[in-house]
């Protein structure tokens, strides 16, 4: 079967996907990633089933739970193959994308640990319908593209895929040929040629997240620049200034009624010397304080110095092009980049849905929502120029130190001065929040997220959620309900550069505060799971694409589905 060892890395990922865990030291799986990777994800059972385990959610219990309305989920049969495939179900699962050997060329590969050989070659045999082969101190099984290899200890499953010859009607025979050769390097790497002793690798690792990711930026900058040619071959060239040694990483934890996130960014020697050269300064949080409302529902704010991305171009070689497309603007890259401080910040409030109703149809609506932008003048005399030149000029006239629209800008109203330029949803909004007598009014601790912080964003989903009508949902009562008491808020916040990282940070918060978050959402899902396969039968018996369906059927299986979650 062509694509069946496909089918069998599929299987495992979806696997991964119910059965994660953490460790606080550098993963074995690890030892088997080559250091050129460009993506790596990693996946640790044992934590996370202890996890689901105290809300009553075993492995059985959770196939259990699948069967219950679907006796053909695909799920509940990956989940019972993999407690019958010989793989340690408690051990760590690492996936990752790498660039081949050849420009154009990558694989994607999964490592797991093996808890029991003999089961794990009966396992592969009957999914792949192929011969288990024997080769240098392992086994394997060996399809189109595809390799699946194993020892006593250890599963590495590898899919090759070839861009470059993507649209070409020959038959590729380089995976075939290198397939072994590649399995057999990657189960005998040396400890300097894996993932596993690079440092940024080793940093997340010892973090005590649910889930890890670690990600290359010259590595995936690689395989996008590996074709390009003219033009593009010195943006690669230069980009290379840019992506080496920069690394992103992240590790994520499935707490009590929230979800957080760490997250870390290495830049490359020349962008840190940029950072150092122009630090990026704290967000100044009067900009949030003084909107004037009580019904906010969110914000965004960033201060970074803008000479930054003038040094950015630069290091591309691109600073150039773009100053000759302000020529006839009359002012330079550098006057825009000083001109404002980059000081800036977006908040939205009283959000609703109200009727908008056209020719066609008079039911229709839209949602409307209260904002403001707020940016900060830096250099006056650059500004001026900025705003004094044909481009700018033509739509803006100076009235004393005020710059005016020359015409309507539809619904957005738009304030500017040598201090600040702001724009919003009307002009009144506009005019409290410039005169700083109002003070925003945000729940709990959504302020404190922006304090001390170089960006940061806040989003009250509740607020936005209880505002949304339940007929512009068009789902039961059950799932509104289940959708709008799901998710309360998510934030998020980028500190100071230290070192040789920068830290960022994100936290997603459950109206249920007293569940684990992935237990919500696995309970959730399976609910909105349920009701959507019903609804496909429904819609199946309706235009006759299958054995008639009566509707009530497919109405007690919605009933079945937004029936009481596992507890």
């Given at each position: 079967?062509?694509?069946?060892?496909?089918?069998?890395?599929?299987?495992?990922?979806?696997?991964?996907?119910?059965?994660?865990?953490?460790?606080?030291?550098?993963?074995?799986?690890?030892?088997?990633?080559?250091?050129?990777?460009?993506?790596?994800?990693?996946f640790k059972s044992k934590q996370i089933q202890d996890k689901l385990s105290k809300d009553g959610l075993t492995i059985d219990k959770i196939f259990e739970t699948l069967q219950q309305t679907d006796?053909?989920?695909?799920?509940?049969?990956?989940?019972?193959?993999?407690?019958?495939?010989?793989?340690?179900?408690?051990?760590?699962?690492?996936?990752?994308?790498?660039?081949?050997?050849?420009?154009?060329?990558?694989?994607?590969?999964?490592?797991?640990?093996?808890?029991?050989?003999?089961?794990?070659?009966?396992?592969?045999?009957?999914?792949?319908?192929?011969?288990?082969?024997?080769?240098?101190?392992?086994?394997?099984?060996?399809?189109?593209?595809?390799?699946?290899?194993?020892?006593?200890?250890?599963?590495?499953?590898?899919?090759?895929?070839?861009?470059?010859?993507?649209?070409?009607?020959?038959?590729?025979?380089?995976?075939?040929?290198?397939?072994?050769a590649l399995l057999e390097k990657l189960l005998t790497l040396k400890a300097d040629e894996s993932v596993a002793t690079v440092p940024s690798f080793k940093d997340i690792s010892k973090e005590k997240g649910d889930l890890l990711f670690w990600m290359s930026s010259e590595a995936l900058y690689n395989i996008q620049g590996a074709n390009a040619s003219g033009m593009g071959a010195l943006m690669a060239s230069n980009m290379k200034k840019i992506t080496e040694g920069a690394f992103t990483t992240a590790s994520v934890t499935f707490g009590t009624g929230k979800i957080d996130a760490d997250m870390y960014s290495y830049?490359?020697?020349?962008?840190?010397?940029?950072?150092?050269?122009?630090?990026?300064?704290?967000?100044?949080?009067?900009?949030?304080?003084?909107?004037?409302?009580?019904n906010i529902f969110g914000y965004a704010a960033l201060n970074?110095?803008?000479?930054?991305?003038?040094?950015?171009?630069?290091?591309?070689?691109?600073?150039?092009?773009?100053?000759?497309?302000?020529?006839?603007?009359?002012?330079?890259?550098?006057?825009?980049?000083i001109a404002f401080k980059g000081e800036m910040a977006l908040i939205g409030s009283d959000f609703s849905v109200v009727p908008d109703p056209s020719e066609w149809d008079s039911t229709r609506t839209k949602p409307n929502v209260k904002w403001i932008f707020n940016l900060k003048v830096g250099d006056k005399a650059a500004f001026d120029k900025v705003m004094a030149s044909p481009m700018v000029a033509q739509s803006f006239t100076k009235q004393g130190d005020e710059y005016v629209p020359n015409m309507p800008l539809g619904e957005v109203a738009v304030s500017i001065n040598s201090k600040r330029v702001l724009?919003?949803?009307d002009a009144e909004l506009l005019k409290t929040y410039d005169a700083g007598t109002g003070k925003a009014k945000l729940e709990g601790d959504a302020l404190s997220t922006a304090k001390g912080s170089i960006g940061a964003f806040y989003l009250d989903i509740e607020k936005i959620m209880a505002n949304i009508p339940a007929k512009e949902m068009d789902m039961p009562d059950s799932i509104t309900n289940d959708i709008k008491g799901l998710f309360k808020t998510v934030?998020?916040?980028?500190?100071?550069?230290?070192?040789?990282?920068?830290?960022?940070?994100?936290?997603?918060?459950?109206?249920?505060?007293?569940?684990?978050?992935?237990?919500?959402?696995?309970?959730?899902?399976?609910?909105?799971?349920?009701?959507?396969?019903?609804?496909?039968?429904?819609?199946?018996?309706?235009?006759?694409?299958?054995?008639?369906?009566?509707?009530?059927?497919?109405?007690?299986?919605?009933d079945t589905a937004i029936a009481a979650p596992v507890q």
């Open positions: 079967m062509k694509r069946s060892i496909q089918q069998a890395l599929l299987f495992m990922a979806g696997a991964a996907v119910l059965l994660l865990a953490a460790c606080s030291k550098a993963p074995e799986q690890g030892k088997h990633i080559p250091k050129n990777a460009a993506l790596v994800f990693g006796t053909s989920n695909n799920y509940a049969k990956a989940l019972a193959d993999a407690k019958n495939s010989g793989i340690d179900l408690e051990g760590d699962v690492f996936f990752a994308m790498v660039p081949g050997e050849t420009p154009g060329n990558m694989y994607f590969t999964a490592v797991a640990g093996i808890a029991d050989a003999a089961k794990f070659e009966a396992f592969i045999k009957e999914k792949s319908k192929k011969e288990v082969k024997a080769g240098k101190d392992f086994k394997y099984v060996e399809d189109d593209n595809s390799i699946v290899g194993f020892t006593g200890k250890t599963m590495i499953g590898i899919a090759t895929i070839d861009q470059g010859s993507r649209y070409s009607d020959s038959e590729d025979t380089t995976a075939k040929a290198s397939g072994v830049a490359s020697k020349e962008m840190m010397a940029i950072f150092k050269k122009y630090p990026m300064e704290k967000i100044n949080t009067e900009s949030i304080e003084k909107y004037p409302s009580e970074i110095d803008l000479r930054v991305v003038g040094e950015l171009l630069k290091l591309v070689g691109m600073d150039g092009l773009v100053n000759m497309g302000l020529a006839e603007a009359r002012f330079t890259l550098d006057d825009l980049l724009a919003g949803s934030s998020a916040k980028s500190d100071p550069v230290s070192g040789d990282k920068q830290h960022s940070s994100a936290v997603l918060t459950f109206k249920n505060e007293s569940q684990n978050s992935l237990t919500q959402l696995f309970n959730f899902s399976r609910k909105l799971y349920n009701y959507t396969e019903a609804k496909k039968k429904e819609r199946a018996a309706m235009w006759g694409e299958e054995e008639a369906v009566a509707v009530d059927s497919a109405a007690a299986v919605v």
